[in-house]
């Protein structure tokens, strides 16, 4: 039977790196799929990883009915024998009831990718469609790491390493930014201190550590 599938998990977990990989095993045996995006890092109509691999991508719109453009793909000669969208979390929950809509009348398969929670530990309304409508949740095994060493579960926001709590939900950077607005993977503790890995170190230099200078 075909099934809508949610993985999720924080920033850097691999889940664009997963997408390519069903991506990839499942063009290698002959089928065709179409795969959805919403403001990926490298740019408009595009699916990428951090391990430097991308592919093209249908760029979602505001607007715009998942649903209908399958039928009309189809209904055109095109294939599809499943459905990918990544950084599903950007999607409105009406594109997500049109996504179940692909898996229960048009009988493909959806793989979607994308975190739960945004900065300010938010469930992100495309998100929480998922949650509730999907067949499956499958969280990603790969952890990320919060920069003390435990297993990271919230995303910050940052300007100039600084975490921040306040601003649109939806702003597109990468993590480990320094400058301007970065994201960063935290586990619970840190998140509820507002302690990025920038202001960890800051805090552990003292006077009596820093180097001295010649006047």
């Known amino acids: ?127 929480q469609r998922l949650v509730e409508l999907a067949d499956r949740v499958e969280v990603l095994q790969v952890e990320a790491l919060c920069w003390c060493g435990a297993r990271a579960t919230h995303n910050a926001r940052t300007i100039g390493g600084e975490m921040v709590v306040e601003g649109a939900q939806v702003v597109v950077g990468d993590v480990n930014q320094s400058e301007a607005i970065g994201y960063e993977v935290l586990c619970r503790r840190h998140h509820r201190r507002r302690m990025t890995s920038a202001t960890a170190r800051a805090a552990a230099l003292s006077p009596d550590v820093l180097p001295m200078t010649s006047a």
């Open 1 to 127: 039977m075909p099934e809508l599938v949610f993985f999720s998990g924080t920033m850097d977990c691999g889940k664009s790196t997963l997408a390519l990989q069903i991506e990839h095993n499942r063009s290698a045996r002959g089928l065709a799929g179409v795969i959805f995006t919403r403001d990926d890092r490298a740019g408009e109509g595009k699916l990428s990883s951090r391990l430097g691999l991308v592919t093209d991508a249908v760029e979602v719109e505001d607007e715009q009915d998942l649903y209908a453009y399958l039928v009309d793909h189809l209904s055109q000669g095109g294939r599809a024998d499943y459905v990918i969208a990544d950084e599903a979390q950007f999607l409105a929950p009406v594109q997500i009831d049109q996504l179940a809509r692909v898996v229960d009348d048009l009988g493909l398969d959806v793989y979607a990718f994308g975190i739960t929670t945004d900065f300010r530990s938010k469930l992100f309304p495309g998100s």
